[in-house]
């Protein structure tokens, strides 16, 4: 079933970005009114400052993590409600490269996820197989093992959809493998969450860019982007938010 709520491109901004670039990125994008919803993912020092620059817009703001309990003794970590607290409504969770460089299991972002929701944000959560697993077959069965562990009863948020070999790396799937994958996540969800299922948006991310945008963001079940790197530059997000089908 396509979502029907707009397509929304999702900039993930990583470790990248400094606080004295972000009034311009901010005063380049807001006037923008793109017909996709906009979404920017910065590290946690530059919320304050993004949610000041973007204030009156209609642009969202998330961050790239939380960690799973209210508060507590956990040097280095920010819970769901500091990020709340800031005006973000979003977190990106389960990346693959938290997974990979922080040791995240599904359990974990399972915990997180229930921690966002707890706190009123909307979780994105990432899946997405290696090249290995693509390579033999295993990429569904691998993605729908981590839908089944990662979302909680309840789950209320967005999917995104990541080959972890496609981040960072200019290769994007086929349009065929990103319409499978796309569907048998749909199907997972519904099994998992019943009707609810039915309408949450799911993401493609890795390799996003201008010139491919238009053709990803067209596909049947992808309802936006999770973009890095093209993040970064304004007039590529823009771009990319412009290439979106109008819903
Ligand atoms: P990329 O990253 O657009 O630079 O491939 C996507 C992501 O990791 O979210």
Partial sequence: MEPELPHLIAGNWKMHGSLAGIAA??????GAQPHADLLICPPFPFLDRFAQALAGSAIALGTQDCHANAQGAHTGDVSAAMVKETGATFVILGHSERREDHGETNAHINAKVSAALAAGLTPIVCVGES???RQAGEAEPFVRSQLLHSLPA????IIAYEPIWAIGTGLT???PDVVAMHAAIRAALIEQLGSAGAGLRILYGGSVKPNN????LALP???GALVGGASLKPEDLLAIAAAAPRD
């Fill in 173 to 175: 799937p086929t349009e």
């Fill in 154 to 157: 309840g789950f209320a948020g």
């Fill in 221 to 223: 079940e992808v309802g």
């Fill in 213 to 216: 945008a238009a053709s990803l």
């Fill in 131 to 133: 090249l290995a697993q």
């Fill in 25 to 30: 990125y901010a005063n380049a994008i807001r």
